[in-house]
């Protein structure tokens, strides 16, 4: 990562950080221009009354997000939820309350006083099915094929290296999975430092990948059926946007061989990244069939 990159995310970390003290003393935090500012673009302000009702009061005092992205996803009974950038936690508890005891919702976050909110969120709320996770987006420290539905709310404006985000998304999801996400997106007539004169990077602005960027990077990524659908405008030629997307249930044989880093039948083999290229194997059995003594 360069120098660059690793200032803006511990500007980042600081500011998350800050927001997450603010409401343990008993304020507000929300993703604005200002260190903690209240805007009805964002926040809690942004769910439904039952939801707000539902959760401890400082999960919703916590919440910086341009959107609902629970509601986005159409969460089921069962399912395995992982949020990125899961803050004080109302997203996750939200999803866990959703996929009820059977399933499992996850929360991911880098900053250490979010995690310490969120915790304390969760033990107020009384969730058993939920589980909160220390690492970033670009690293998520899950193994792959193992999540059904990945969520984020005004995250991933926030990645300095968006691709590595995309990529990560795909790797943990499940052959069949999908991703719900709110995040902001800039008009595709903005140049980047057009969206830089808008808002700062913490802010949820200057990050903010445009329509075709976003797309682009999912495809990249391999994510099918994409959608992205503004919601409401949170500064000029910037938008509150629903992304969806879904990963394939197989992969195309053609494309599997010629993946530079596949053999045996197993991509990023003898890494910690590892997944067979035929979903409904396993790696080791994989390996054991391919006939080419990998290990």
Request: charged share 20%; glycine share 10%; proline share 4%.
């Amino acid at each position: 990562m360069s120098e660059q990159n690793t200032d803006l995310r511990e500007t980042v970390r600081q500011r998350y950080a800050a927001a997450a003290v603010q409401v343990t003393e008993g304020g507000t935090a929300c993703c604005g221009p200002e260190a903690i500012e209240v805007d009805d673009n964002f926040g809690g302000t942004l769910y439904a009354a039952d939801e707000r009702d539902a959760l401890p009061a400082e999960a919703v005092a916590a919440s910086l997000g341009c959107g609902n992205p629970t509601a986005v996803a159409d969460l089921n009974a069962g399912e395995r939820v992982l949020d990125l950038g899961s803050g004080g936690g109302i997203d996750v508890l939200l999803s866990a309350r959703r996929v009820g005891p059977t399933g499992k919702a996850y929360g991911l976050d880098m900053t250490e006083e979010m995690l310490a909110l969120a915790l304390a969120n969760q033990k107020k709320a009384g969730a058993t099915n939920v589980e909160f996770l220390k690492g970033t987006i670009e690293a998520i420290p899950l193994p792959a094929n193992t999540i059904d539905v990945v969520i984020s709310n005004c995250v991933i404006n926030l990645s300095t290296d968006k691709p590595a985000v995309f990529a990560e998304m795909f790797r943990v999801l499940a052959p069949g999975g999908r991703i719900g996400i709110s995040d902001v997106v800039a008009d595709d007539t903005l140049t980047p430092a057009q969206r830089a004169e808008r808002g700062d990077y913490v802010g949820c602005i200057a990050g903010a990948l445009s329509f075709a960027e976003y797309r682009t990077g999912l495809e990249e990524a391999g994510f099918t059926d994409i959608e992205l659908t503004a919601t409401h405008s949170v500064a000029g030629g910037m938008h509150s946007a629903i992304v969806r997307a879904t990963k394939p249930t197989t992969r195309n044989k053609a494309e599997a061989s010629t993946d530079s880093d596949s053999c045996c039948g197993v991509t990023a083999c003898c890494t910690p990244a590892e997944q067979a290229d035929d979903p409904n194997k396993s790696v080791a059995e994989t390996k054991r069939a391919s006939g080419c003594n990998c290990n």
